[in-house]
């Protein structure tokens, strides 16, 4: 829960690095969340079929939608490439399986152009 709210803090931080642990434990808060958030639509009647949303929902989509963005740049500058790679993501299918891979490789070692790398700023037991 720390590395979402760590994210959730940095929300319109764009420069620096995010470790695979920050993005992926955003990424699986945020899906829960939302899930969360669908079934309390649907059990109050906001949820509307046709769209496929509902309102707290959507509400929640827009608020984490720049720290989701922020976040996604900087994990991309923690494997040494520029943040404007998220635009892949507007390609269908593929600019997804691209961005995946991305998102799972392993961070530069050492200091990148971005910044120090935040494995070695952060001691772990």
Not at 85 to 109: E, H, K, R
């Amino acid at each position: 829960m720390n590395w979402y709210l760590e994210a959730l803090k940095k929300y319109a931080i764009f420069s620096g690095r995010s470790r695979r642990k920050e993005y992926w434990y955003f990424f699986l808060f945020n899906l829960i969340i939302h899930f969360i958030l669908i079934i309390i639509d649907t059990l109050t009647g906001t949820y509307n079929q046709e769209a496929g949303m509902g309102l707290l929902s959507t509400i929640y989509f827009f608020a984490v939608l720049l720290p989701g963005i922020a976040v996604s740049v900087r994990r991309l500058h923690d494997t040494n490439r520029r943040g404007w790679w998220i635009l892949l993501s507007l390609i269908p299918i593929i600019g997804a399986i691209v961005l995946l891979i991305f998102m799972v490789q392993d961070s530069t070692p050492g200091e990148n152009r971005f910044g120090s790398n935040p494995k070695e700023a952060v001691s772990e037991p």
